[in-house]
């Protein structure tokens, strides 16, 4: 039987799911498909993709459920994904997407939907205090202390804030998040696949968490 696990993660933008994300990748063996980083890197590259959603991205809306759905189906029909599962991370955002996903999925189903769950208070500061390494993407929390220019410790790029980090970009995707994503959490409770984990605590304490309610999956 394939050990292949394929996980979808909920949660509020600066829930922590990128973090995290990459941990159990790294843990199960997976890839780590996030949505807004594939975006991201279309604009950065500005290809013909980038240059359709730079200024969706950049105000915070969502691209539109077709585009998302044939960028998710190439994605986990490569070869990394239909192997060895992946982690999904910022699909589906809508319940269209999410019936696409059903479809597009039949053959291999997904196994498991986190929640991944953390008040919306708390992540407006964490959101405003996010800063992300240009190069490698790498995540880090501002304090006010840092040098300016901020260089990444993992590669030497440069740390920034993402263009969506701002007060009102910030707002509106978390207004979209309850208007468009919450109702994710009933579809997939319906189905049987939803964990709900605390997403409150240090990366490790939440990474704990999580390990033990897929590794409960992967048993079940
Ligand atoms: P994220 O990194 O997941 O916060 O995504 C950043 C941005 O990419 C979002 O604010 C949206 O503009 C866009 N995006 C990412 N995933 C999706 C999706 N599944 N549907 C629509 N837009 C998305």
Known sequence: MSNAIRIIMLGRQGAGKGTQ????????????????????AAVRKDSPLGRVVKEVLDKGELVNDELMISLVQGRIGEEDARVNGFILDGFPR?????????????????DMVIDLEVKRELVLSRLSARRVCEQCQANYV???DE???????????????????????????LDLYDAMTAPLVAYYKDQNKLAVVDGLGTPDEVFTRLRTAVAGMKNR
């Open 21 to 40: 994300c990459v941990r159990i990748a790294s843990e199960f063996g997976a890839p780590h498909i996030s949505t807004g980083e594939m975006l991201r």
């Open 94 to 110: 809508t319940v269209a997407q999410a019936q696409a996903l059903d479809h597009i999925s039949e053959v291999r189903p997904i």
């Open 147 to 173: 040098a300016n220019p901020w260089i990444c410790e993992k590669c030497g790029g440069s740390v920034v804030q993402r263009a969506d980090d701002t007060p009102e970009a910030i707002n509106h995707r």
């Open 142 to 144: 501002a304090t006010g």
